[in-house]
């Protein structure tokens, strides 16, 4: 049986950590809210630039936007890994970056035995996991989700843009968790560069769409735009889904604290018994040696 001073030492760390896990999960609530509409607002918009993408990269000529959907054979690949800045969002991090090095070991496996694999690592636990590992970093930004902006977003999709229509990568893939609700994110490895085709039994996306003023110009104009903004879709999907990771990693032990406290109470409460029931006996006896 434990002394009192041991848990009642025991229940005021309990506590002290209960107050810390309600206040972060009352923070990271917040910023889902905001992060979540942002995201919310944004996906009926990107989906739709993304089927229209798709419709037409199978149509596009020797424009300097048919580059994006240039198919070759793949030696070099950057693996963009979206992670976050900070931890306590349970298996947030870990899932992203087990996906990332499943590929390397597994469909990228010659590729990177060929050094023509290499990683961008946005967020600092994937660039701090993959640096300590030995792997290729070629790039990271960690400044990004403490500001999380349109314009600070696409400034990174047109240097991957340009990487890839420069031949510098032959494939760019994303690792991020998808937003679904505050209690669940799907894990997704999404192809960015070369554009995919739509598949040929998706009949929803085949439309013959009519072109005003000309289809260069709109062309032009859109194919880049696109991009960006499934890029930035990408990103407010992955800060979303950290933030109900988080919410949901505290909300989880901010109840564990609490059914710790009712047992360590019980516990205090067994052992304060004991003490007291030991206390009598003590007198009791005392008081029966005395008048023998």
């Known amino acids: 049986m434990p002394n009192l001073k041991e848990v009642r030492n025991r229940i005021d760390s309990v506590n002290s950590t209960k107050q810390i896990t309600s206040a972060m999960k009352l923070v990271a609530a917040s910023k889902l809210r905001r992060s979540m509409a942002a995201i919310l607002q944004l996906r009926p918009y990107a989906q739709k630039l993304q089927e229209f993408l798709q419709g037409l990269s199978a149509g596009l000529d020797q424009s300097d936007e048919a580059a994006f959907s240039d198919k070759r054979e793949v030696k070099k690949v950057l693996l963009v890994v979206v992670t976050s800045n900070r931890g306590l969002c349970g298996a947030f991090n870990a899932n992203v970056i087990k996906q990332a090095e499943n590929l390397i070991r597994t469909t990228y496996k010659d590729v990177h035995a060929q050094g023509g694999l290499s990683l961008f690592c946005i967020g600092k636990k994937g660039a701090e996991h993959f640096s300590r590992q030995g792997f290729p970093v070629v790039k990271e930004n960690i400044e990004l989700f403490e500001k999380l902006e349109y314009e600070n977003a696409i ?111 019980l516990s205090y409460n067994k052992a304060r018994q004991a003490s007291i029931t030991s206390e009598i006996l003590e007198i009791v006896s005392g008081a029966e040696a005395l008048k023998s």
């Open 155 to 265: 400034a990174i999709a047109e240097g991957l843009m340009e990487d890839f229509t420069e031949k510098k990568y032959d494939r760019i893939e994303i690792i991020y968790n998808q937003f679904k609700n505050a209690a669940m994110q799907v894990l997704l490895t999404e192809q960015f560069l070369p554009i995919l085709p739509p598949d040929d039994e998706d009949s929803s996306l085949k439309v013959d769409y009519i072109f005003e003023p000309n289809k260069e110009d709109i062309v032009r104009e859109l194919v880049p735009k696109s991009l960006k903004i499934q890029f930035y879709k990408t990103l407010l999907d992955s800060f979303a889904s950290e933030h109900g990771a988080r919410m949901t990693a505290m909300h989880m032990a901010t109840d564990n604290a609490t059914e710790m406290l009712k047992e360590l109470k």
